[in-house]
Each structure stands twice: as C-alpha cells, then as structure tokens.
T-cell receptor
Framework: KQEVTQIPAALSVPEGENLVLNCSFT??????LQWFRQDPGKGLTSLLL?????REQTSGRLNASLDKSSGRSTLYIAASQPGDSATYLC??????????FGAGTRLFVKA | SAVISQKPSRDICQRGTSLTIQCQVD?????MFWYRQQPGQSLTLIAT?????????ESGFVIDKFPISRPNLTFSTLTVSNMSPEDSSIYLC???????????FGPGTRLTVL
C-alpha cells in the first residue's frame, strides 16, 4: 500500500531564505508526482508535475526533483517571500489517477 | 489549465439533513474525482465518477452515504447524506485535463454540520 510522508510538518523561515520541503513514498511504481499549494480554507493549486521518467521540473522560484528509486521528491523554494506562506502538498499518482496525498508541510515566511 | 468551479463554496447544515455539492469543469473530461479533507488532515479520495457508469468508491465510503451523479462530461454532483458533525470537512472535486495527466482541483466546499 502506497504511503506518502512529508517532512517537516511545519516550517517557519525569514523572508529571503532558500528552503527545501521533503516528500517520500513507499512504492516506487508511480505514474507521476505532483506538488500542490493550498491556502487556508481554499482548494489546491498545482505547482509542478513530474512524470516518472523525469528527474526534475522548474517553474520560477520553484524546483522539484524526483528520485523514484529511493522514493523521494524535494520541492526547493528560492528566495522565499511572505506570499509563499501556505500548505504544500505532495501527491503521488499510482496509475488510473489513484492519487495519494501526503499530510502536507505548513510553511510560514516571516517578513 | 482547466477551470473547475464548485457550488456552494460553504454551508452550515443541521444534523440528519443532506447537502448536494456541484462541480463544473470548463472542458470535457472523462474522469472526475471527489475528495474529502477533514480538519487538519490531508485529502482522501472518496470516489471516481465516470460519465455513463456508476461511481467507484474507495474503501470506507459507500454510495448510500455519498451518492454521486455524472450526467455529462463537464458536470458532477456529490451528495453528503444524513449528515453528522463528523462529516464537517472540505469537499473537493478534481479532474485531469484531457490529454494530460495533471490534476486540477476545484476551490472546495467547506461544510460544517451542527
């Protein structure tokens, strides 16, 4: 059974800091991995999608990597801003859009 | 990217009543999904809604409690039946954009049951 774990559960950093959010999954047989952002009480915004054959994806200040063999993904946020404060969710697609979500990392960026 | 809307955005309901949540996608999609996010928790898949067939429910979720309709390729509804306070959650629908495998989510419906 696929399980997705995110570390840390919460993170508070000063503005401008570079940071890394971690995601691990137990079964390497994945179709793709997606990182989402969720603001309090809101829906999910897709940030990056990494196919199982890819190693990384970049969008602006965000870079996500995938090491399928070790069951790990990281989301790197450069030069963090207060507007980056949100919960970041890692989601693994195991095929047929069976998506398993991690519990998320709550990020707070202090001005 | 696909645009997905949900109605209502939030509601406060009495125990024992039912609420139907609507999900509208701006393009035709084969599969739509309904998730529940309980307070402080991550998302859990309730069911997969395919047009023209019965919804497929995940373990722990049953049709009598969460009936789903999928009348066409752009619309689905989820009903939360005979509600109890434990049903207080955010309910989200999602769909993959046709031709891609990236999931897009609606804004969610925040349900509070008193």
């Amino acid at each position: 059974k696929q399980e997705v774990t995110q570390i840390p559960a919460a993170l508070s950093v000063p503005e401008g800091e570079n940071l890394v959010l971690n995601c691990s999954f137990t079964d390497s047989a994945i179709y793709n991995l997606q990182w989402f952002r969720q603001d309090p009480g809101k829906g999910l915004t897709s940030l990056l999608l990494i196919q199982s054959s890819q190693r990384e994806q970049t969008s602006g200040r965000l870079n996500a990597s995938l090491d399928k063999s070790s069951g790990r993904s990281t989301l790197y946020i450069a030069a963090s801003q207060p507007g980056d404060s949100a919960t970041y969710l890692c989601a693994v697609n195991t095929g047929g859009f069976k998506t398993i979500f991690g519990a998320g990392t709550r990020l707070f960026v202090k001005a | 990217s696909a645009v997905i809307s949900q109605k209502p955005s939030r509601d406060i309901c009495q125990r024992g009543t039912s609420l139907t949540i609507q999900c509208q996608v701006d393009s035709q999609v084969t599969m739509m999904f309904w998730y529940r996010q309980q307070p402080g928790q991550s998302l859990t898949l309730i069911a997969t809604a395919n047009q023209g067939s019965e919804a497929t429910y995940e373990s722990g979720f049953v049709i009598d409690k969460f009936p789903i309709s999928r009348p066409n390729l752009t619309f689905s509804t989820l009903t939360v039946s005979n509600m109890s306070p434990e049903d207080s959650s955010i309910y989200l629908c999602s769909a993959p954009l046709a031709g891609l495998n990236e999931q897009f989510f609606g804004p969610g419906t925040r349900l509070t049951v008193l």
